[in-house]
């Protein structure tokens, strides 16, 4: 019997997971779901030792557990798959499966026994996988099913699986359920169980625990409830917080049906990631991208900005473009900002410096800059964006999150880009600001074309024409009109139909 | 089953980057007896001289696995000279605790870089600059001028050789022994997955710190290792013989395959890396190159060099 008591933890501003507790029972599997954000991957974190909680204890059969790091919690009995995988990629699989429990013989690395524990394991995993091979050279897939057996290796009693079929094809999925099944019955063992996929979850978990904003909403039964109930206690009540806003949408759509599109995207794939995606954006429009975090829209968005390889069309205006890196994508009038500001704009630099250089650049490096105009231009952007800074010359770095998100927007504009592709620009930034940015975009779009993927739907609908769901790298469903509504697409996000 | 074995113990020697090392020197010992067939007489005596560089490349590469660097090993390798020479020579220590001393001064400049980078946690770039002027310092305070003699018996050792085996097969088999004893243990994998990754690592319950720290401690006996076989062939204290030995160090750890990033890099390709920098050395003397100039080209090839090797690893 496993307790978790009031386990917190705080990331900045941001509580990822509050006041969370709960008992987990010997031999049963527990489904672990909620929506983007919602602190599933962070609470997993907190139990294995790789996070240290705020606040909260976890307890085995009523003993406190001192957990300070991965090792603990190892020794305690817990081990857990990672979604974003734990792999050492320079070493050979079977080293990979056996760090830090391999067997010695005088001192030396028993090799016969490693490769014969390594074998017999994976054999009943039913994998073919040379053993000396570097995970560097593995497949998405087979570096999954390796993550897996790393943490099975270790006969745990506490299991923690994390979005463990991502990569999965459908018979090996069939294979891990019946070693879930196996190790539940046999060893005994607790397993906890992340998935997108809520079928699956329905299908192997015995209670399922259903997480939101951070906090426990309830413990359900599969055998009791429907996978919709399961979704609604997801998606909760729906928030307050934007009803300042009125819907746009319809009334533009009138206008915008003349438009020709600005952005075609014609079956573009992007390795595993995006299947066959098409779209059209026209101008003076804002199409949305929703679903649940991970399912390629990230991708979709930064290979339009030439950041990953893609197959498939791009068309601008009518014609076909090729677009491999970011200067093809700024050439064609694309722009692209991320949420996470960190990756857009130079910290130690100035606001100004930050502003002004891609006009910098643009006007050659031969050339020294214009001071004069340089500044003009930062305090257009600054005026223009209420960006709070004492003056343009302060680092960013003194900047708050919203304010850098506003920098690293700035700069993208003064390149008067026809093309805006936002990549969940608002991701930690304040509720202010935040309206203040949906504002803006809602002003900019009206002589562009924009891409507006958000990991939280309530900042699509203000503003968006039509809201595009992506599941497993495709677009599943498109909301217009009024369907635009929190709870339906949340559903269709999490259900992925 | 027994594939599987051969497969493995195949990845964990590196056949590949073994190869490519010893073709290197292989082809720059040609080339030396090529510009003059007189090298093939002095073959043991250049080979005697790479026996402190490759030991110093050991010491390089065991913390460049980690992920960590070293830019004392040179200062530290005249330090772990100049001490047991000064103790001979002002303090009459002149049994085994001669050859002892050179160790302990290692050590002791393992456990001090150690601390700093793997307990401390400072750049290990940073540190090591800063411990080198330390080491260097030290050197020139104990003693100002080149210093000798040092005992009969030792300087006799490296005329004669132990029991009649030349110093020149006792220095490489040392080498090459200590090595695959490394590797063939399980700290190696624990050394090539922090370097690796880090989280990794520390997911599967590795001390990274830790870690780093015996990699320093590793690294300070390679270092007095090296400066046993420096004394025995110069046979005097110099304050200054270490100094152009870092980035010779660091280059045979570049070519033996490590990177700057951590997790690779293998010690027999080391060794004959340094074996073959020396012959280049040598090969650069030999084609009558001015003293003075003799630093200048053989830096300017050492880069040519690196930039090769650079090359052929984006090939792969």
Known sequence: ??????????????????????????????????????????????????????????????????????????????????????????????????????????????????????????????????????????????????????????????????????????????????????????????????????????????????????????????????????VRAMIGELAEEYQGYKYVGARMEAVLEKEKPMLSIRSLHIMDKVKNVSLDVKKGEIVGLAGLLGQGQSEFLRAIYGLLPYEGMIIIEGKGVKITSPRDALKHGIVYISGDALEGVFLLRS?????????????????FVNTKAEKELAIKMIRKLNIACMNPDQPVLHLSGGNRQKVYLARGLTVNPKILLLDDPLKGVDIRTKREILNMVKELAKDRAVLFFSSDVKELLPIANRVLVFFEGSIIREFTGDQLREDLILEASIKGA | MKSGKLQLIKEYLNLRMLLTSISFMIGVILLNVVVNLKTLMYISSITLLAVPLA?????????????????????????????????????????????????????????????????????????????????????????????????TWYYRLFMDGLLGIPMVIIGMLVAISMWMVFRFSKISLHFYAVGSSSYAAFIAGINVNVIKFTAFILNGLFIGLAAIFMTGIIASGDPTIGLPYTLSAILAAIIGGARFTGGAGDGIATISAAVGLTFMRNLIFSLGVPFYQQDLVYSIVVLALLAIAMYLRGVK
């Open chain 1, 1 to 230: 019997m496993w307790e978790l008591e009031g386990l917190t933890k705080s990331f900045g501003a941001i509580r990822a997971v509050e006041d969370f507790s709960c008992s987990l029972e010997e031999g049963r599997v527990y489904g672990l779901v909620g929506g983007n954000g919602a602190g599933k991957s962070t609470l997993v974190k907190l139990v294995t030792g790789v996070l240290k909680p705020d606040k909260g204890k976890v307890l085995k059969n009523g003993n406190m557990l001192a957990i300070n790091s991965p090792r603990d919690a190892r020794k305690h009995g817990i081990a857990a798959a990672y979604q974003e995988f734990s792999l050492v990629p320079d070493l050979p699989v079977v080293n990979n499966l056996l760090l830090n429990i391999e067997p010695v013989k005088f001192g030396f690395i028993d090799i016969d026994k490693m490769i014969g524990k390594a074998t017999k394991f994976l054999e009943k995993l039913n994998v073919n996988i040379p053993l000396s091979k570097l995970v560097r050279d593995l497949s998405p897939t087979e570096k999954q099913v390796i993550e897996i057996a790393k943490a099975l290796i270790l006969e745990p009693q506490l299991l923690f699986l994390d979005e463990p079929t991502n990569y999965l094809s459908e018979e090996q999925r069939e294979i891990l359920f019946k070693i879930i099944n196996e190790i539940k019955g046999g060893a005994k063992t607790t397993i906890v169980f992340i998935s997108h996929r809520i079928e699956e979850v329905f299908r192997i978990s015995d209670q399922i625990i259903v997480l939101r904003n951070g906090r426990l909403v309830g413990i359900y039964d599969p055998k009791r409830v429907s996978i919709d109930d399961v």
């Open chain 2, 55 to 151: 030991f110093l490349a050991l010491a390089e590469l065991i913390v460049f696995i980690t992920g960590e660097v070293d830019m004392s090993v040179g200062a530290g390798l005249t330090l772990a000279n100049v001490i047991p020479v000064y103790a001979y020579l002002y303090h009459g220590i002149e049994d085994y605790r001669f050859i002892l001393l050179h160790i302990v001064v290692g050590l002791s400049i393992g456990l001090v870089n150690g601390t700093l980078v793997g307990l401390l946690r400072i750049n290990s770039f940073l540190a090591t600059l800063a411990t080198s002027s330390i080491w260097a310092g030290l050197s020139l305070t104990i003693l100002n001028k080149p210093e000798g003699p040092i005992p």
């Open chain 1, 351 to 367: 606001v100004k410096e930050n502003i002004s250089l891609i006009s910098n650049l643009q006007q050659g490096l031969h050339k």
